[in-house]
């Protein structure tokens, strides 16, 4: 595709309830980053997979957070028994990964809401 | 580990003032920096970057950053800001090894009153 998609753009969902989020990285890209932006906070990084490395979780909170990516392409970040504190904007991004000063393609965010 | 400090959480100016905003950053190795933009309703996009040579860099809408080696620092600049200049603003680092993880600051939030 021209971007990086990701779905849903909004989702509410109940306390304790599992929630998948998708990320749909550039054509080609083989780096695929997952952030965390917290309302009148920064981008934390949650977790980085570059082609068939093992992924970087170094920033996932805790076991309830997970992610997979197949091969080169779609990336889906799962949460477990949500709780209100996940409430978030979950961003996803992409570059082709072949070298360290290239700029990251940014989705528009998937903005999660736990009731 | 690598970390990115941005001072100024909330920044508010006038048209036509100038303005800077402070980014440093904790890396033992070689790095590279990035500013990165979000406008309102906007995805976050690329501002400018530093990865070699000339330490100041000049990126779009006449922004531009000023890499100090000896004082860890990345500051953004621009001489005379624009109402269009609002928008949230992102230190990130990330080191110019093989390791590719991106680390960015809290952002910066700039508000232009015309």
């Known amino acids: 595709g021209a971007g990086v998609s990701q779905s849903p753009s909004n989702k509410v969902t109940e306390k304790g309830k599992d929630v998948e989020l998708r990320c749909d990285p550039i054509?080609?890209?083989?780096?695929l980053y997952w952030y965390r932006q917290r309302l009148g906070q920064g981008l934390e990084f949650l977790i980085y997979?570059?082609?068939?490395?093992?992924?970087?979780k170094s920033g996932l909170p805790s076991d309830r957070f997970s992610a997979e990516r197949t091969g080169e392409s779609v990336s889906t970040l799962t949460i477990q028994r949500t709780q209100q504190e996940d409430s978030a904007v979950y961003l996803c991004?992409?570059?082709?990964?072949?070298?360290?000063?290239?700029?990251?393609?940014f989705g528009s965010g998937t903005q999660l809401s736990v009731l | 580990a690598q970390s990115v400090s941005q001072h100024n959480h909330h920044v508010i100016l006038s048209e036509a003032a100038s303005l800077e905003l402070g980014c440093n950053y904790s890396?033992?190795?070689?790095?590279?920096l990035f500013w990165y933009v979000q406008y309102p309703g906007q995805h976050l996009q690329l501002l400018l970057k530093?990865?070699?040579?000339?330490?100041l860099v000049k990126g779009i809408k006449g922004f531009e950053a000023e890499f100090i080696k000896s004082k860890f620092s990345f500051n953004l600049r621009k001489p005379s800001v624009q109402w269009s200049d609002t928008a949230e603003y992102f230190c990130?680092?990330?080191?110019?090894?093989?390791?590719?993880?991106?680390?960015f600051g809290i952002g910066t939030k700039l508000q232009v009153i015309p």
């Open positions: 991004a992409s570059r082709t990964g072949l070298a360290t000063n290239e700029k990251l393609f």
């Open positions: 054509s080609g890209h083989t780096a």
């Open positions: 890396y033992g190795g070689t790095v590279n």
């Open positions: 997979f570059q082609g068939n490395s093992a992924p970087d």
């Open positions: 990130a680092v990330t080191s110019s090894g093989g390791y590719q993880k991106v680390t």
């Open positions: 530093y990865f070699s040579g000339d330490p």
